[in-house]
Nanobody, 124 residues
Framework: VQLQASGGGLVQAGGSLRLSCADS????????MGWFRQAPGKEREFVSA????????LYADSVKGRFTIARDNAKNTISLQMNSLKPDDTAVYYC??????????????????WGQGTQVTVSS
């Protein structure tokens, strides 16, 4: 599993960004996937997760109703559509994968594979 996150950038408050995470491996479709973020001086925090089949999703309370996670197993990608962005959303965003067929989870310690991160900056 090799995860590559992209799509970060600078956006004004209220704007939108769409993050993507691609996997070059052959077993992507069996991995539950998650997005996490880490702001400067803060702990890494859970953002969203999706089951291997895309049926179940989890969201942090802080992003519910604003962010949407999705996956396309045919393309080995997941996405995070982020709307109504706030300055507090500023962070480096990481995608991660759990082991095969396990449920989605908000605990970062349960994720085995991590991408390199993409910076999201929301200006006020």
């Amino acid at each position: 599993v090799q995860l590559q996150a992209s799509g970060g950038g600078l956006v004004q408050a209220g704007g939108s960004l769409r993050l993507s995470c691609a996997d070059s491996g052959r077993t992507f479709s069996v991995y539950p996937m998650g997005w996490f973020r880490q702001a400067p001086g803060k702990e890494r925090e859970f953002v969203s997760a999706i089951s291997w089949d895309g049926i179940r999703t989890l969201y942090a309370d802080s992003v519910k109703g604003r962010f949407t996670i999705a996956r396309d197993n045919a393309k080995n990608t997941i996405s995070l559509q982020m709307n109504s962005l706030k300055p507090d959303d500023t962070a480096v965003y990481y995608c991660a994968a759990r082991t095969g067929f396990s449920p989605p989870d908000s605990d970062a310690n349960s994720y085995y594979y991590w991408g390199q991160g993409t910076q999201v900056t929301v200006s006020s």
